[in-house]
């Protein structure tokens, strides 16, 4: 494929004889190897000798064969622009305007819109959203990717009163901060929405492109007779049994399908729903035409579905049994009738959603009903009935428009120096890096002399002795080298961190589908798959097999320790409240899908047992610690380095320590460099990812409203080892035969808080109050104590709920709403607005300790480096803006190279939000030092400028180096008396969305949402407004969209993002408003400000409680009253099933006898 083409090293067997080979072009990246991605973008060009034009379009690399190319240009990221040549002016939009965070989605995003660029140089808005539609960022949240590409459009993207001093992009409101009145003072602050300046970006001159090569003009003409000659024609009458039956052969060709028009009295049309709208397979689609005879008695009918079989399906003997029938109600039940039993979906069908894919065979059928019924209505009016006016909304598609935004932050104070970075929208340190490919992630590194690949050998079986190992035929696989396995590894093989340990290879026994048994090294890394592939491993089952909490509940399989948290007396408070609500909540794991998998390269260097490693991951000294441990070395022979992440989210702490121990023991037996790069699938199927969870609740509450008394008990997934369920979720972790559940971005809190924002619903409907009503009484209002005791001010909180109300127009939106709804009887609407208390700590100062090292060259410049990773939160950017604010210097003086075990030893791990925090303070410490033993030469001279200060230090022989440190913040938590202080301060915000939903096809559509966020004062706004924009985003693929599958035998399903869908462009809102509080303080952290970078996900649960609304109206509607309860995701099948109908009640249900699902709910 022309990916690997791209991005080919050196490798031992081409050292010896084709260097050329290795084109090593490494800005197109690899993140799923499935054209599911689009961060391998390229561009092909072709000329078309019939209209003689060159076509340019963007394409997969990973999918492209390399002999598809003949005659075809391809242009990589390297090729339109360089930080060496010019950078392309796709490149500095994007990178200005803040649409890189991590950066590894960016060439491929560039390369998208190069593409559209190239046919259409002034692009309209559509034509954007549809060139991003296949290109996945899990970081931005897409708002600063579509803000660039809106550079270039023609038409307006803003407001267009910039002349007026008015304009969208370019607000300012003034904010009275504080007023005396005898004293006549008043203090304001300018709260601005400006993030970029687009009067600095270089114009586009579509004559400065790269050229066409003419040598392949001429030979693209001889291909195209050839493709010519074998053109043939396939008519719709030949493809359609053709469908109906099966695939092509594997000597077939579809070289063209000929679609004729339709004859007067011939309607056709097409329904589809998938699980994402864009660049989603569906879940079912329909193809259904008819051809009236007379007026609407059927001549011909035919009816095709997708998704309900192995193949396209055709419902042939309805259609045969309707021929002759006018076209009415009768009609319509006989044909759902008829093709409920024709088209039969058995229960363990693969794919799942069975009881959704047979509803929407009927949910289809009445669409086109509809829509027939519609077109005779206008076609004969006076013979047809009027379609009552709110059936007419199951006719109408969601249109998805072209986002529009509005960020607010406060400016800075305006006697702040104009030098001094700090709280300015500064750009990502390596944006433009990011944005020409030149920026390095881990498997850029070029290759090492003589350097292997590796690739691992996982369980196929969940719970199972491990009999025998047979690497035999593998190490027949020319270009092996060796396999490992346990008994390889030189000292620790398992790491007690809790009562439970952690393994870098499955000895005896395995304990889940994906545990890593063996691994091959190669001199390639299709060798080394290859061979993997033929490793032979017998098992014997063990018992018990534990896959669900359920299933964990039922053995008492739980890791210890667990905890409870006990607060006033509850089972008094219960007999006292006016009504009790009982319920549980099931709430879906979320996979990390960082963009770059997990990767890692050890190099060992010969002498003394040591060993660089090169790894992408949030916690370098723990590499180390496992990575030393694992070859019984001291740590200080391990050197760990990380340049950038592609992502991680939590996802890249342990279990980047146990790969990397894998690379590391296999380079310490065969003395060559490892690369070890884990592909998409098996990065899906061997880490895990967020918790699945159970939330059990017994609620007591007044009919006022007043929530007295709460008894819940949570239930975690962790997997089958502790990893960090332990630290995430303190109360209660299931231990199963799954791959092991870990960190991920909000650390348990988005699955707590949604279990308590779920009983605040049914508080709701069975009180009779509004949930927003029920919020505002049961919220903090003053200086308070949460369960654990520690004391909080929520004033903030409140502010931010009562902006969020005032900026949403929540009130008067809910009762458009409504009437809306009154109108609309197949689509509905739905508003909520949520709260958020959002803590942050660590809960023990060693978790938060951090230094940071600080060198002064003769020349002036500086290089600083310190503990924290950079994973797209842009924490060196905000490094560099401490550095120049202590420093009293340009950012431009400031270099960071890589985060390092060498320079910075004993590092915390980049979680929790915490980066900035605490490496900022030691940032803050060691560069006041350093300008403390610069200040006498200061003093000195001073009109001198910063050059002659560091050399006459030089000259004095200052230290021109120092060391930072932050001694951490001091939480603890005493879980005998059930209190403490573990976290240092809370984070407020509240968020406002509203959504239509399709109650036939459970689509829905973001319509709007408002977030206010208290942040404190933001060090770089454009960076903290993108971290929660992506984090909302991201909050809405957990709670909306992406879903888990797991075989009852344990294996995971969804292992690419064909079948794990997280959201793309199309799926943020249409209108997105950030707000971040003016006027907070947070004297604790660095400048006052907080750190963000997880709390935003759980505003995602907006939209889920909008859609929670709509659904709710729509049962009301219906009479079916009372509360419900709904699970996360709220995925397209969970909002169709929920708004029960006549349809849903025609489905068949399974007989009585036992039916194994394909997919289980773990
Ligand atoms: S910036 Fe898009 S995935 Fe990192």
């Given at each position: 494929?022309?990916?690997?083409?791209?991005r080919?090293?050196?490798i031992?067997?081409?050292?010896?004889?084709?260097?050329?080979?290795?084109?090593r072009?490494?800005?197109?990246k690899?993140?799923?190897?499935?054209?599911?991605?689009?961060?391998?973008?390229?561009?092909?060009?072709?000329?078309?000798?019939?209209?003689?034009k060159?076509?340019?379009?963007?394409?997969n690399?990973?999918?492209?064969p390399?002999?598809?190319?003949h005659?075809?240009a391809?242009?990589?990221?390297?090729?339109?622009?360089?930080?060496?040549?010019r950078?392309?002016p796709?490149?500095?939009?994007?990178?200005?305007?803040?649409g890189?965070?991590?950066?590894?989605?960016?060439?491929?995003?560039?390369?998208?819109?190069?593409?559209?660029?190239?046919?259409?140089?002034?692009p309209?808005?559509e034509?954007?959203t549809?060139?991003l539609?296949?290109?996945?960022c899990?970081?931005?949240?897409?708002?600063p990717?579509i803000?660039?590409?809106?550079?270039f459009?023609?038409?307006?993207?803003?407001?267009q009163?910039?002349?007026?001093?008015?304009?969208?992009?370019?607000q300012?409101?003034k904010?009275?901060?504080?007023?005396?009145?005898?004293e006549k003072?008043?203090?304001?602050?300018?709260?601005?929405?400006?993030?970029?300046?687009?009067?600095?970006?270089?114009?586009?001159?579509?004559?400065?492109?790269?050229?066409?090569?003419?040598?392949?003009l001429?030979?693209?003409?001889?291909?195209d007779?050839?493709?010519?000659?074998?053109?043939v024609?396939?008519?719709l009458?030949?493809l359609?049994?053709?469908l109906?039956?099966?695939?092509?052969n594997?000597e077939?060709?579809?070289?063209?399908?000929?679609?004729?028009?339709?004859r007067?009295?011939?309607?056709?049309?097409?329904?589809?729903?998938?699980?994402r709208?864009?660049?989603?397979?569906?879940?079912v689609?329909?193809g259904?035409?008819?051809?009236?005879?007379?007026?609407?008695?059927?001549k011909?009918?035919?009816?095709?579905y997708?998704?309900v079989?192995?193949?396209?399906?055709?419902?042939?003997?309805?259609?045969?049994?309707l021929?002759g029938?006018?076209?009415?109600?009768?009609?319509?039940d006989?044909?759902?009738?008829?093709?409920l039993?024709e088209?039969?979906?058995p229960?363990?069908?693969p794919g799942?959603k069975v009881?959704?894919?047979r509803?929407?065979?009927?949910?289809?059928?009445f669409?086109?009903y509809?829509e027939?019924?519609q077109?005779l209505?206008?076609?004969?009016?006076?013979?047809y009935?009027?379609?009552p006016?709110k059936?007419?909304?199951?006719?109408?598609n969601?249109r998805?428009?072209?986002p529009?935004?509005?960020q607010?932050?406060?400016?800075?104070?305006?006697?702040?120096?104009p030098?001094?970075?700090?709280?300015?929208?500064?750009?990502?340190q390596?944006?433009i890096?990011h944005?020409t490919?030149?920026?390095?992630?881990?498997?850029?590194i070029?290759a090492?002399?003589?350097?292997l690949s590796?690739?691992?050998v996982?369980?196929?079986?969940?719970?199972?002795r491990?009999?025998?190992?047979?690497?035999?035929e593998?190490l027949?696989v020319p270009?092996?080298?060796d396999?490992?396995?346990a008994?390889?590894?030189?000292?620790?093989?398992?790491?007690?961190?809790f009562?439970?340990?952690?393994?870098?290879?499955?000895?005896?026994?395995?304990?889940?589908?994906?545990q890593?048994?063996?691994a091959?090294?190669?001199?390639?890394?299709?060798?080394?798959?290859?061979?993997?592939?033929?490793?032979?491993?017998?098992?014997?089952?063990l018992e018990?097999?534990i896959?669900?909490?359920e299933e964990a509940?039922?053995h008492n399989?739980?890791f210890?320790?667990?905890?409870?948290?006990?607060?006033?007396?509850?089972?008094?408070?219960f007999?006292?409240?006016d009504?009790?609500l009982e319920g549980?909540?099931h709430i879906?794991?979320?996979?990390?899908?960082?963009?770059?998998?997990?990767?890692?390269?050890?190099?060992p260097?010969?002498?003394d047992?040591?060993?660089?490693?090169?790894?992408?991951t949030?916690?370098?000294a723990?590499?180390?610690?496992?990575?030393?441990?694992?070859?019984?070395?001291?740590?200080?022979r391990i050197?760990?380095?990380?340049k950038?992440i592609?992502g991680?989210?939590g996802?890249?702490?342990?279990?980047?320590?146990l790969?990397?121990c894998?690379?590391a023991?296999?380079?310490?037996?065969?003395?060559?460099?490892?690369?070890?790069?884990?592909?998409?699938?098996n990065?899906?199927?061997?880490?895990?990812?967020?918790?699945?969870?159970?939330?059990?609740y017994?609620?007591?509450?007044?009919?006022?409203?007043?929530i007295?008394a709460?008894?819940?008990?949570?239930?975690?997934?962790?997997?089958?080892?502790p990893?960090?369920?332990?630290l995430?979720w303190?109360?209660?972790?299931?231990?199963?035969?799954?791959?092991?559940?870990?960190?991920?971005?909000?650390?348990g809190?988005?699955?707590?808080?949604?279990?308590?924002?779920?009983?605040?619903?049914?508080?709701?409907?069975?009180?009779?109050?509004s949930?927003?009503?029920?919020?505002e009484i049961?919220?903090y209002?003053e200086i308070?104590?949460t369960?654990?005791k520690?004391e909080l001010?929520?004033?903030?909180?409140?502010?931010?709920?009562?902006?969020?109300?005032?900026?949403?127009g929540?009130?008067?939106?809910?009762?458009?709403?409504?009437?809306?709804n009154k109108?609309?009887?197949?689509?509905k609407?739905?508003?909520?607005i949520?709260?958020?208390?959002?803590?942050?700590?660590?809960?023990?100062?060693?978790?938060?300790?951090?230094?940071?090292?600080?060198?002064?060259?003769?020349?002036?410049s500086v290089?600083?480096t310190h503990?924290g990773?950079?994973?797209?939160?842009?924490?060196?950017?905000?490094?560099?803006?401490?550095?120049?604010?202590?420093?009293k210097?340009?950012?431009?003086?400031v270099?960071?190279c890589?985060?390092?075990?060498?320079?910075i030893?004993?590092?915390?791990?980049?979680?929790?939000?915490?980066?900035t925090?605490v490496?900022?303070?030691?940032v803050?410490?060691?560069c006041?030092?350093?300008?403390?033993?610069?200040?006498p030469?200061?003093s000195?001279?001073?009109?001198?400028?910063?050059?002659?200060?560091?050399?006459?230090?030089?000259?004095?022989s200052?230290?021109?180096?120092s060391t930072?440190?932050f001694r951490?913040y001091?939480g603890?938590m005493?879980w005998?008396?059930?209190?403490?202080?573990?976290?240092?301060?809370f984070?407020?915000?509240?968020?406002?969305?509203?959504?239509?939903?399709?109650?036939?096809?459970?689509?829905h559509?973001?319509i709007?949402?408002?977030i206010?966020?208290?942040?404190?004062c933001?060090?770089?706004p454009?960076v903290d407004?993108?971290?929660?924009?992506?984090?909302?985003?991201q909050?809405?693929?957990?709670y909306?969209?992406?879903?888990?599958?797991?075989?009852?035998?344990?294996?995971?399903y969804?292992?690419g993002?064909?079948?794990?869908?997280?959201?793309v462009?199309?799926?943020i809102?249409?209108?997105?408003?950030?707000s971040?509080?003016?006027?907070?303080?947070n004297p604790?952290a660095?400048?006052?400000?907080?750190?963000?970078g997880?709390?935003?996900?759980?505003?995602?649960?907006?939209?889920?409680f909008?859609?929670w609304?709509?659904?709710?109206?729509?049962?009301?509607?219906?009479g079916?009253?009372?509360?419900?309860?709904?699970?996360?995701?709220?995925?397209?099948?969970?909002?169709r099933m929920a708004?029960?109908?006549r349809?849903?009640?025609?489905i068949?249900?399974?007989?009585?006898?036992?039916?194994t699902s394909?997919?289980?709910?773990?």
């Amino acid at each position: 494929m022309l990916l690997s083409y791209l991005r080919k090293r050196r490798i031992l067997s081409l050292l010896r004889h084709s260097g050329p080979l290795a084109v090593r072009l490494t800005g197109t990246k690899y993140g799923c190897g499935g054209g599911g991605c689009g961060a391998c973008t390229v561009m092909l060009s072709r000329y078309e000798p019939v209209s003689k034009k060159i076509l340019h379009c963007s394409a997969n690399a990973c999918l492209i064969p390399i002999c598809s190319l003949h005659c075809t240009a391809v242009t990589t990221v390297e090729g339109i622009g360089s930080t060496k040549t010019r950078v392309h002016p796709v490149q500095e939009r994007l990178a200005k305007c803040h649409g890189s965070q991590c950066g590894f989605c960016t060439p491929g995003m560039v390369m998208s819109i190069y593409a559209l660029l190239r046919n259409h140089p002034e692009p309209t808005l559509e034509q954007i959203t549809e060139a991003l539609a296949g290109n996945l960022c899990r970081f931005t949240g897409y708002r600063p990717i579509i803000d660039g590409c809106k550079t270039f459009c023609k038409e307006p993207f803003c407001c267009q009163n910039k002349e007026i001093g008015n304009c969208c992009l370019e607000q300012e409101e003034k904010l009275l901060l504080f007023s005396n009145q005898e004293e006549k003072v008043s203090l304001f602050v300018f709260m601005r929405t400006k993030l970029f300046s687009a009067e600095e970006f270089q114009p586009l001159d579509p004559t400065q492109e790269l050229i066409f090569p003419p040598e392949l003009l001429v030979s693209r003409d001889a291909v195209d007779i050839n493709l010519i000659l074998l053109r043939v024609s396939v008519h719709l009458g030949e493809l359609t049994p053709w469908l109906g039956s099966n695939t092509l052969n594997p000597e077939e060709i579809l070289v063209s399908v000929h679609i004729p028009h339709s004859r007067k009295g011939e309607f056709v049309s097409a329904f589809r729903q998938a699980q994402r709208r864009e660049n989603a397979l569906p879940i079912v689609n329909a193809g259904m035409r008819v051809f009236f005879e007379e007026g609407d008695v059927i001549k011909e009918f035919s009816i095709f579905y997708g998704g309900v079989g192995c193949t396209t399906v055709s419902a042939k003997q309805t259609c045969q049994a309707l021929l002759g029938r006018h076209w009415d109600e009768g009609m319509l039940d006989e044909a759902c009738r008829l093709v409920l039993k024709e088209i039969s979906l058995p229960g363990s069908a693969p794919g799942g959603k069975v009881e959704y894919r047979r509803t929407l065979i009927v949910s289809f059928l009445f669409k086109f009903y509809l829509e027939v019924l519609q077109s005779l209505k206008t076609m004969y009016p006076s013979r047809y009935p009027d379609i009552p006016e709110k059936y007419e909304s199951a006719l109408k598609n969601f249109r998805i428009g072209i986002p529009q935004s509005v960020q607010m932050y406060q400016d800075v104070d305006a006697g702040q120096f104009p030098q001094d970075p700090v709280g300015r929208p500064i750009m990502h340190q390596s944006g433009i890096n990011h944005a020409t490919g030149e920026a390095v992630y881990c498997d850029d590194i070029r290759a090492v002399d003589e350097e292997l690949s590796l690739a691992v050998v996982t369980s196929s079986r969940p719970h199972a002795r491990i009999v025998s190992i047979d690497a035999s035929e593998a190490l027949k696989v020319p270009g092996v080298v060796d396999v490992i396995s346990a008994p390889n590894v030189p000292a620790a093989n398992e790491f007690y961190y809790f009562e439970d340990p952690e393994f870098v290879f499955a000895r005896d026994k395995v304990i889940c589908v994906g545990q890593v048994v063996c691994a091959v090294v190669a001199d390639s890394d299709v060798h080394a798959k290859q061979a993997a592939a033929k490793v032979k491993i017998e098992y014997e089952p063990l018992e018990p097999l534990i896959l669900t909490i359920e299933e964990a509940i039922r053995h008492n399989s739980f890791f210890e320790p667990q905890r409870k948290l006990e607060q006033g007396n509850v089972d008094e408070a219960f007999e006292i409240v006016d009504q009790i609500l009982e319920g549980e909540i099931h709430i879906g794991g979320q996979e990390h899908f960082y963009m770059e998998t997990q990767s890692v390269l050890v190099v060992p260097k010969g002498e003394d047992k040591e060993m660089d490693v090169y790894v992408s991951t949030q916690h370098p000294a723990f590499i180390q610690e496992m990575v030393a441990s694992c070859l019984g070395v001291p740590f200080s022979r391990i050197m760990c380095h990380v340049k950038r992440i592609g992502g991680a989210f939590g996802g890249k702490l342990m279990k980047a320590s146990l790969l990397s121990c894998i690379a590391a023991v296999a380079a310490n037996k065969t003395g060559h460099a490892v690369r070890f790069i884990l592909d998409r699938g098996n990065d899906m199927l061997i880490t895990g990812g967020r918790h699945p969870t159970i939330g059990k609740y017994k609620v007591g509450f007044m009919n006022d409203g007043r929530i007295l008394a709460v008894d819940v008990s949570y239930y975690f997934n962790g997997g089958c080892t502790p990893e960090d369920s332990i630290l995430v979720w303190i109360f209660c972790v299931c231990k199963t035969n799954l791959p092991s559940n870990t960190a991920f971005r909000g650390f348990g809190f988005p699955q707590a808080g949604l279990v308590t924002e779920s009983w605040i619903m049914g508080v709701a409907a069975k009180s009779g109050l509004s949930p927003q009503k029920i919020r505002e009484i049961n919220m903090y209002k003053e200086i308070s104590q949460t369960h654990y005791k520690q004391e909080l001010d929520p004033e903030n909180l409140v502010r931010c709920w009562n902006e969020c109300l005032e900026k949403s127009g929540y009130h008067s939106r809910r009762k458009a709403a409504e009437e809306f709804n009154k109108q609309s009887y197949w689509k509905k609407k739905g508003i909520a607005i949520i709260p958020m208390k959002f803590p942050f700590g660590f809960g023990k100062r060693s978790l938060s300790q951090a230094a940071a090292l600080v060198h002064i060259y003769t020349d002036g410049s500086v290089l600083l480096t310190h503990g924290g990773i950079e994973m797209g939160q842009g924490i060196h950017t905000k490094m560099i803006q401490v550095a120049s604010r202590e420093l009293k210097i340009p950012m431009s003086n400031v270099y960071f190279c890589e985060t390092s075990t060498t320079t910075i030893p004993n590092s915390c791990a980049s979680v929790g939000s915490g980066g900035t925090d605490v490496n900022g303070m030691a940032v803050k410490d060691a560069c006041q030092t350093l300008l403390k033993r610069l200040q006498p030469i200061i003093s000195e001279n001073p009109n001198g400028t910063w050059n002659e200060w560091v050399k006459e230090a030089f000259e004095q022989s200052i230290n021109l180096s120092s060391t930072g440190y932050f001694r951490g913040y001091d939480g603890y938590m005493d879980w005998e008396k059930g209190e403490g202080r573990p976290f240092d301060y809370f984070l407020y915000g509240a968020a406002c969305s509203e959504v239509e939903i399709d109650c036939l096809t459970g689509d829905h559509k973001n319509i709007r949402t408002d977030i206010v966020m208290d942040i404190g004062c933001s060090i770089n706004p454009a960076v903290d407004i993108g971290q929660i924009e992506g984090a909302f985003v991201q909050g809405i693929g957990l709670y909306t969209m992406e879903e888990l599958k797991y075989s009852p035998q344990g294996a995971l399903y969804t292992r690419g993002p064909d079948q794990y869908k997280i959201p793309v462009v199309c799926d943020i809102p249409e209108q997105m408003s950030i707000s971040l509080l003016s006027s907070s303080q947070n004297p604790v952290a660095i400048y006052s400000s907080k750190g963000l970078g997880e709390s935003g996900l759980f505003l995602g649960c907006s939209v889920f409680f909008a859609l929670w609304d709509a659904v709710a109206a729509v049962r009301q509607e219906r009479g079916q009253v009372g509360s419900f309860v709904l699970n996360s995701p709220l995925s397209p099948e969970q909002i169709r099933m929920a708004c029960a109908d006549r349809f849903t009640e025609m489905i068949p249900k399974d007989g009585p006898g036992p039916v194994t699902s394909w997919a289980i709910s773990i």
